[in-house]
T-cell receptor, first 113, second 112 residues
Framework: KNQVEQSPQSLIILEGKNCTLQ??????????LRWYKQDTGRGPVSLTI?????NTKSNGRYTATLDADTKQSSLHITASQLSDSASYIC????????????FGTGTRLQVFP | DAGITQSPRHKVTETGTPVTLRCHQT?????MYWYRQDPGHGLRLIHY???????DKGEVSDGYSVSRSKTEDFLLTLESATSSQTSVYFC???????????FGQGTRLTVV
């Protein structure tokens, strides 16, 4: 069964600190992996999209890594800000399946001053 | 928000009543999706559309129907709302299957 699992479920850090969120997936055949940020009460917003051949992709203070062999991805947030408080969702897309954006349940990040 | 609007943003309805949620896009994207988001679950696909009058079911389609008579509008209908359909509903659009997906702001539906 195609699944996306994220850890930790929730995370609290102090402003200015770094953190890393994890995503493991069993989706096959793999097409791409996306990280989304979802602020409370809003829709998800895309941070990165990574294909099979990409190992690392950055978007400002956000850096995503992908290991297609072990089917793992991470999202590293550098020098966290209060505005980083949100849920971060890992989404994996399967090849040849129009409807197959498979969502993780997300990691709830809270950044405190 | 990438030219995607959901309406209404909030709705409270009674069990057994019909409810229609609207998703409107100004991006002329081919693919449109309806998801629901519930605590402890990732977003789950209800229905999707890959063109005008071309729709298909997702993993949680029971109790829902959709229509797409124009490229820009994708309607989600709950024929007879139940309490289990209390949820936050998100519409999403994509230009192509492997392109970025843009989400609307969500509709919070409460069935009492």
């Amino acid at each position: 069964k195609n699944q996306v699992e994220q850890s930790p479920q929730s995370l609290i850090i102090l402003e200015g600190k770094n953190c890393t969120l994890q995503c493991n997936y069993t989706v096959s055949p793999f097409s791409n992996l996306r990280w989304y940020k979802q602020d409370t009460g809003r829709g998800p917003v895309s941070l990165t999209i990574m294909t099979f051949s990409e190992n690392t992709k950055s978007n400002g203070r956000y850096t995503a890594t992908l290991d297609a062999d072990t089917k793992q991805s991470s999202l590293h947030i550098t020098a966290s800000q209060l505005s980083d408080s949100a849920s971060y969702i890992c989404v994996v897309s399967a090849l040849r399946n129009t409807d197959k954006l498979i969502f993780g349940t997300g990691t709830r990040l809270q950044v405190f001053p | 928000d990438a030219g995607i609007t959901q309406s209404p943003r909030h709705k409270v309805t009674e069990t057994g009543t019909p409810v229609t949620l609207r998703c409107h896009q100004t991006e002329n994207h081919r693919y449109m999706y309806w998801y629901r988001q519930d605590p402890g679950h990732g977003l789950r696909l209800i229905h999707y559309s890959y063109g005008v009058k071309d729709t298909d079911k997702g993993e949680v389609s029971d109790g829902y129907s959709v229509s797409r008579s124009k490229t820009e509008d994708f309607l989600l209908t709950l024929e007879s709302a139940t309490s289990s359909q209390t949820s936050v509903y998100f519409c999403a659009i994509q230009r192509g299957q492997d392109t970025e997906a843009f989400f609307g702001q969500g509709t919070r539906l409460t069935v009492v």
